[in-house]
């Protein structure tokens, strides 16, 4: 026998059965006072040490002006980011530290945020800590000195996009020119269609490659097939300056400062 019961503007059909679990499931987690927080990991905002040092989290997908609930479930708005570099600067922060643990995100907002860790006026450095790819890495190495833990994976230099079929089945991933590391993925797409996304990836690739080359001196060539890699790799390919936990890369920064 099927009941079905009204509350609120939802109507529900289900067995008798079926309500009495989802009403015990539900008062189970009342009594056990689950939250969001026993499921995410919420980014947490920016913070200044008693010595001066302001530290920004760059986490999860990064996006450009999400609802209110991505940041409470670990993602990153680039308008947090930019907002909390000037939120430091008002504050007297003596410079900025970026913890990076991110795989990417979408191009809107990624200059300007980038553009903004540049011009902070300050001495800024990032750390990687677990994955800084992408657009993360974009953002990581738009800062002074760049640094990750031993198993970080950092790189990923390249743009992405990816059409899908009518019928579903059927996925093509394009990619800026050269990096054919960065998918694996294949499908299927017009000539005109292709065209049309293989010159908008290259365009946003080449932005990305040409940002690196400025702020990396010693960038290696091989970084850009896309690639991702860590710890001494990663050094020796130039993507990172060297190779240091949170708290060694902070003890740095702070004698940087000279704090």
Known sequence: MKTQIF???????????????????????????????????????????????????????????????HEKTGGTAYKTVIAEIDEAKLAGAKGIFFNVSSGGGSVTGLKET??????????????????????????????????????????????????????????????????DLKSTFKGELSDTQREFLQNQANAIGEDFKDHVLNTRDAIDSEVFRAGWYSGEQAVELGLVDGIATKREAMAIFRGELNL
């Open 7 to 69: 509350n609120g503007s939802r109507i529900w059909c289900a067995t008798s059965e079926a309500l009495q679990e989802m009403a015990h499931n539900h008062d189970m987690a009342i009594n056990a006072n689950i939250t969001m927080a026993d499921f995410f990991t919420a980014r947490e905002p920016m913070a200044i040490s008693e010595d001066g040092i302001a530290q920004i989290n760059i986490s999860g997908g990064l996006l450009d002006s999400p609802p209110a609930i």
């Open 114 to 179: 980038s553009n903004a860790i540049m011009a902070a006026g300050l001495p800024t450095m990032a750390h990687c800590d677990g994955v800084a790819c992408s657009a993360a890495y974009y953002l990581a190495s738009s800062a002074d000195d760049l640094a990750s833990s031993p198993s970080a994976l950092v790189g990923n230099i390249g743009t992405i996009m990816s059409w899908q079929s009518n019928s579903g089945l059927a996925t093509e991933v394009i990619t800026n020119d050269g990096a």
